[in-house]
Structure formats: C-alpha cells, structure tokens
C-alpha cells in the first residue's frame, strides 16, 4: 500500500505517529503543489492520501483523475475543500480526525497583542540595533467585536474580558438571549463595525459569509481599529481591506488567513507596514499535531480493516 502525506511543510509527520505499523510505502511532500496538474501528477499511483486541513483541494476534476486512490484522510472533522458527492461516486472513502480549537483561539490574541502594541515593529528595530518605535495602544476599557459568537467567538471573548474589554458580537443567527447568555452584547450588523476597537472574524465561510467584510463595513470602522482574521481570507475582501490599511482608514490587520495561500511572495499584505501577517498556523500546534497524524494511522488501519473510523459521509 502507497500512502502520501500532503503539506507537511514542517517536516513533522512522520515523528508524531506510528506509520512503521501500517507496514506501508509512506511518502511525505513538504511543498504546496502550484496547481492541479502538479497535484494529479504527484498522486499517481498512490492508494492513501493524508491532507493536511484545506491546503490541497480535492474537486471533483481532480478526483476523477486519480483512479488509484481509495481512501482520503483529511486531518480534522470536516474539510470544504473536498467534494464528497464526487469522492463517493469515484468509490473514494473519506475518513477525518479529532481537533479542538483553542489554538486558534490563543494565536488570535497573539495577533491582537502584536497589532494593538506594534510588537513585531518593536522586534524588528531592536534587531537592527534601535530601540523603542512608535506607540502602541492597551486594551483595557477598549471593545470588542466578535463577528461569530459560536466556540472560537465565545473563547476570545472571554479572553478580551479578562483583559477588561468591553465585547459586542453579531452574526446572522445570533440572537440577543444567546449574546448575553455568554456575556456579551448582541449588536446590528453595521454598530459592531462602527463601535469595535478590535473586530475579530469567526464565521464559517460560505454562500452567505464570503465578502461580507467589504469596503462598506470597513467604512464603517474607526481609523484606530485593529481588523483580526483567523477564521478564512474570502470572508474578508482582500482588495478592500489592501486598500483600506495603505490609505489609513484603519489603523491595522492582523491576519491568519488569505484568498490564496500560501501567499503569493509579491502580495502586497507580506509589505504593508500596518499588517501583521502570519501563515496560517491557527491550527498549527504540536498537541493538535499529534491528534491528526495519530487518527490518520487509525483511520488507515480500520480502513484496511475493512471497518472504516470517522467517515465523512
């Protein structure tokens, strides 16, 4: 059995579980693939793929043209990025992980913390032999918006209290009772752009989310707020928001998350000085590490076993 591990960019997979005991051809690919004939390629021949979260997308067009592939694991419960009607159709099982999300929710306030008190400015200057540049801003007495109050909304807000934060949240389901049954403020759509210091994004992306922060509702921010997405980039518009920070409409972002990843190396938000930028590494954490790569060997073997584990349909 040939088994490919996708996206391992930082080498890790095979340290973090027992593949010796599926007794099987593994093969690691550290690199994202440039596009969906590199993808077909690579995959030829190969019975088992691991994919790590949405970093290779699995399409119907792609999936009709490995007709080795049997099993598809993807590292936590659910993964947008593969069609399931069409991994059915082609006979593929598709099998998931455990995840929890508080990794996300602390590399969240890590990006607050660096955006509100200019620390990577700071970083960089004492490296290059300055000292202290510009001011940054505290947070205590500050408000909080949470677009999306659901586990990871609910985690930073609590969070942003403990810090003395005021926290206000919309989203299209929630309700006032559910708001303040966590402790926080149910506001209109347009008041938690207009009276948030902090505005962190915690939507699923969809039919009804992607865009909805546009350049209207960034309009509608203070010149001092800080824009804070870990959630996904197309729930944001990039163009917008690229033109809101060079103009200094907003004061910054702080982002986890983009339209294409990994980004392209002359996008605009890897110069700006005004983003704070990381790759995507919310989910990125040695604990959480050890879960998927440990479930993927046990979906594997149940798999083989003929009692498939976690499937995802």
Same mark, same amino acid.
């Given at each position: 059995m040939r088994i490919a591990i996708l996206d391992d960019y930082q080498g890790v997979a095979l340290d973090l579980a027992d593949w010796d005991a599926l007794d099987a051809d593994v093969h690691v690919f550290r690199d994202a693939f440039a596009d969906q004939e590199a993808v077909v390629a690579a995959l030829a021949g190969f019975e088992v793929v691991v994919a790590m979260r949405e970093r290779t997308p699995f399409p119907a067009s792609t999936l009709d043209r490995l007709p080795d592939l049997e099993l598809l694991v993807t590292t936590g419960p659910v993964n947008a990025a593969i069609d399931l009607d069409a991994a059915r159709r082609a006979g593929v099982t598709v099998c998931g992980t455990g995840y929890f999300g508080h990794p996300t929710a602390e590399l969240t306030w890590g990006l607050i913390l660096s955006a509100a008190r200019l620390i990577p400015q700071q970083v960089d200057s004492v490296r290059r032999g300055g000292w202290q540049q510009g001011l940054g801003t505290s947070l205590r007495g500050a408000t909080l918006g949470l @677009? +999306? @109050? +659901?586990? @990871? +909304? &609910? %985690? *930073? %807000?609590? *969070? +942003?209290?403990?810090?003395?934060?005021? &926290?206000i949240a919309w989203s299209q389901n929630l309700t006032p009772d559910a708001a303040r049954a966590k402790g926080t403020e149910y506001v209109a759509r347009d008041e938690l752009f207009a009276r948030s210091d902090v505005l962190s994004i915690h939507l699923v992306l969809g039919g009804r989310t992607r865009g909805l922060v546009g350049a209207r509702e960034l309009g509608l921010m203070k010149p001092t707020a800080i824009l804070v997405n870990t959630s996904r980039g197309p729930l944001v518009d990039e163009a917008a928001l690229i033109a809101a920070l060079s103009e200094g409409r907003i004061a910054s972002a702080a982002l986890d998350v983009f339209d294409r990843e990994p980004l392209p190396a002359g996008h605009p938000l890897r110069t700006l000085p005004n983003a704070v930028v990381t790759p995507h590494i919310g989910y990125v954490s040695r604990d959480l590490y050890e879960v998927f790569y440990r479930d993927a060997v046990e979906d594997i073997a149940a798999w083989r076993a003929g009692t498939p584990v976690r499937t995802l349909f």
């Open positions: @677009l +999306g @109050l +659901g586990r @990871l +909304g &609910t %985690a *930073v %807000a609590e *969070v +942003g209290r403990a810090f003395g934060m005021r &926290t």
